[in-house]
């Protein structure tokens, strides 16, 4: 019997994105809440892109853009992640600063369990 790359990706992808700062990885600890206020804290990775391309005009424009990656299976909690959209969510930063916001884009990874969100940041930038 071969090895299930599937399962083993999969399995990377969890590890992966639970590997936090404390240990040698380069995951934070992120804060989830609901719209009820259930809040959930978790592990994943995150991205702070600062200038990006207007892709109405092809110029460029500032402003921030923050993305968030974890592993669906740490939202035990919750039965998806279809509505999370308003959600908020909270973690710091490699600068030590705390980014708070809201999500407005859900991008589930169903193959690998990988679940994106992007968030309007609304403080600590």
Do not use: C
Not at 69 to 76: E, G, K, N, P, R
Not at 97 to 106: L, S
Not at 109 to 116: E, K, L, Q
């Amino acid at each position: 019997m071969g090895i299930d790359l599937h399962a083993k990706a999969a399995s990377d992808s969890q590890k992966i994105h639970n590997n936090n700062l404390g240990t040698g990885g380069d995951s934070v600890e992120v804060t989830v809440a609901d719209t009820d206020s259930n809040e959930l804290t978790l592990y994943g990775r995150y991205t702070d892109v600062s200038m990006a391309i207007d892709p109405e005009t092809g110029m460029m424009v500032t402003g921030s853009r923050v993305g968030i990656s974890f592993h669906q299976s740490d939202l035990a909690l919750w039965d998806g992640v279809s509505d999370m959209q308003r959600w908020t969510v909270s973690f710091t930063n490699g600068a030590g600063q705390t980014v708070e916001g809201e999500i407005v884009n859900v991008m589930p990874d169903r193959y690998f369990g990988d679940v994106v969100v992007i968030i309007n940041v609304s403080s600590g930038h």
